[in-house]
């Protein structure tokens, strides 16, 4: 089943370069906010439940969609960027196996626990 799933995050994932694509907007782009939803992580410096609920909000798919929607709607382009790119790196996570936390510890995800074979 785990495979199954990176396979279906991996189609997403594709799916999200293509709605990248079709922005037309520079690949740098892209590549320098990758990594901008990892700002979530954080909340752990304070707490683990502070940690778990930032990490949780910049890594969840459905906020993405609603921020990409929201910018289709509003015909604001950089709304459209922070979804594609919300939903891309959630995507690229969940392919590493890096999922959804529970409050119990940054290890604990919704795909199982990081680290056990």
Request: charged share 15%; hydrophobic share 50%; no cysteine.
């Amino acid at each position: 089943m785990n495979k199954l799933l990176k396979l279906e995050e991996l189609a997403m994932f594709a799916l999200s370069l293509w709605a990248f694509y079709l922005t037309e907007i520079s690949w740098w782009w892209f590549a320098g906010l990758f990594l901008l939803p990892d700002l979530g992580m954080i909340g752990y410096l304070l707490d683990e439940k502070i940690g778990t609920w930032t990490y949780n909000l910049f890594h969840h798919k459905g906020i993405a969609l609603f921020i990409f929607g929201l910018g289709l709607f509003m015909n604001n382009q950089i709304l459209e960027i922070a979804g594609i790119i919300l939903f891309s790196h959630s995507s690229f996570d969940r392919i590493m196996g890096y999922g959804l936390k529970y409050e119990k510890g940054f290890k604990f995800t919704h795909l199982g626990e990081i680290g056990k074979k």
